[in-house]
């Protein structure tokens, strides 16, 4: 997207996947009051990734619950299909795989149709796919979201080798003056924020960190990172 990338202030958007399923209205209403403006949907199918998470029900009831922005991440070996169960549920952003996708053009048929839908689209890339394709696109998407652990999971280290892709983007975003949101997603806690933050990143995806260490005090430290 056209638009003054510094204006991008520093987002961080919760990962559902970490929440503590006995105690949802609890976490939601504390989400609600903490410094994050976004909600993490990770929904992964069983084919794309080995494990298996939720559908759009989720979303419509999460959204009745609170006032956030629905950061739909899909690990689905069907994309398209499965983006417009959650655009009708109520998705604010929709975020595919590159590698889910037969090519580019593929790619941004999809980026359009959820355009067409009213919605933000943003593209993935797991750790080890290049990034280098899909700078000449850049300004079609919203969103580039860098996954700093292979997706499937919760609670794995970040992989610091995937900084040198956020740099290269960064600067690429920067050069065309895009406003473009950069994404991070994987073993977020300080340290490694931090080192996102310092490379480019201005949304931060936190699982395991916002949902063990106190939501709103979890939150407030990542959004100090950029301070
Ligand atoms: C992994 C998911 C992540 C995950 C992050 O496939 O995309 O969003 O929930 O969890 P943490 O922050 O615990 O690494
Ligand atoms: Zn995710």
Not at 143 to 152: A, Y
């Amino acid at each position: 997207m056209k638009g003054d990338h510094s204006m991008n202030p520093l987002i961080i958007s919760p990962s559902i996947l970490s929440m503590d399923y006995a105690h949802v209205n609890e976490q939601l209403k504390e989400l609600q009051e903490s410094g994050a403006k976004w909600l993490h949907f990770d929904v992964m199918d069983g084919h794309f990734v080995p494990n298996l998470t939720f559908g759009p029900d989720i979303l419509s009831g999460f959204r009745k619950a609170v006032d956030l922005f629905m950061d739909v991440h899909l690990m689905v070996e069907h994309p398209k299909q499965v983006a417009q169960w959650f655009l009708s549920a109520g998705a604010d952003l929709i975020t595919f795989h590159i590698e889910a996708m037969k090519d580019m053009e593929d790619c941004l048929a999809l980026c359009d149709d959820i355009h067409a839908f009213g919605k933000q689209a943003g593209i993935s890339v797991k750790p080890h796919t290049d990034v280098k394709p899909l700078l000449p696109y850049l300004d079609r998407f919203d969103l580039v979201l860098i996954m700093s652990v292979e997706p499937g999971f919760g609670g794995q280290s970040f992989m610091e080798d995937v900084l040198t892709k956020v740099k290269l983007l960064r600067k690429e975003m920067d050069k065309k003056q895009l406003s473009t949101r950069l994404q991070i997603d994987g073993g977020i806690h300080e340290t490694t924020g931090k080192l996102a933050v310092e490379a480019g990143c201005d949304t931060l995806v936190a699982g395991s960190y916002v949902f063990k260490n106190g939501i709103k005090d979890a939150v407030e430290t990542l959004l100090c990172l950029k301070k």
